[in-house]
């Protein structure tokens, strides 16, 4: 049997995102995880996500300050220590 269509031409686009656990937003930065934090934009970096034992994530360059001045995570009153992926 004859198709009825054929293809001449596709254009694929790829996309990928972080499954997290509880939150899709950055709350040092504000911005969505699966985007590039104000600071990576600014220094036209890209952006790693990590996430704690206590199951919240963040951009690594707006944690890694935090974490300086901070021993709790941002969001919780648990001790932020960095999850092993």
Do not use: Q
Not at 17 to 35: G, Q
């Amino acid at each position: 049997m004859k198709s009825k269509f054929s293809i001449n031409n596709v254009n694929m686009i790829n996309m990928w995102c972080y499954n997290l656990k509880f939150n899709s937003d950055c709350t040092i930065c504000r911005c969505n995880l699966n985007t590039n934090s104000l600071y990576a934009d600014e220094k036209g970096t890209t952006s790693y996500v990590v996430s704690g034992l206590c199951g919240h994530s963040f951009h690594y360059e707006c944690i890694n300050p935090w974490i300086k001045t901070n021993i709790n995570c941002p969001l919780c009153p648990n001790k932020w220590i960095y999850e092993k992926l």
